[in-house]
Nanobody, 124 residues
Framework: HVQLVESGGGSVQAGGSLRLSCAASTDTYSKWCMGWFRQVPGKDREGVATLRTSSGATNYARSVKDRFIISWDNAKKTLSLQMHSLQPEDTGVYYC??????????????????WGQGTQVTVS
């Protein structure tokens, strides 16, 4: 069983910054795509940022591009999401996910089959 454990969520005022981390339990992820997704009550889960761990190639949702930075530390087996200029619409539960995908690291949650428990981000 592969585990992903998120940390770093919290509450912040609009314009502030937060950093999320996701610790992976196995280095199998070094050949996979990983990403951050978020969900608010009543809405579908949406892709925020993803990357291919072998190349570092990234993919961002238009709403977060130029504000969020996703990164993977292979030595620490940790996925991070640095979030700047946070806005109330960024509020939600943020999930870390991993999956074996070919090509571009998709932002579609259905392409990923390993999920963390989620961490709450609240921007007011």
């Amino acid at each position: 069983h592969v585990q992903l454990v998120e940390s770093g969520g919290g509450s912040v005022q609009a314009g502030g910054s937060l950093r999320l981390s996701c610790a992976a339990s196995t280095d199998t992820y070094s050949k996979w795509c990983m990403g951050w997704f978020r969900q608010v009550p009543g809405k579908d889960r949406e892709g925020v940022a993803t990357l291919r761990t072998s190349s570092g190639a990234t993919n961002y949702a238009r709403s977060v591009k130029d504000r969020f930075i996703i990164s993977w530390d292979n030595a620490k087996k940790t996925l991070s999401l640095q979030m700047h200029s946070l806005q109330p619409e960024d509020t939600g539960v943020y999930y870390c996910a991993a999956g074996f995908l070919l090509g571009v690291a998709s932002l579609s949650p259905s392409r990923y089959d390993n999920w963390g428990q989620g961490t709450q981000v609240t921007v007011s």
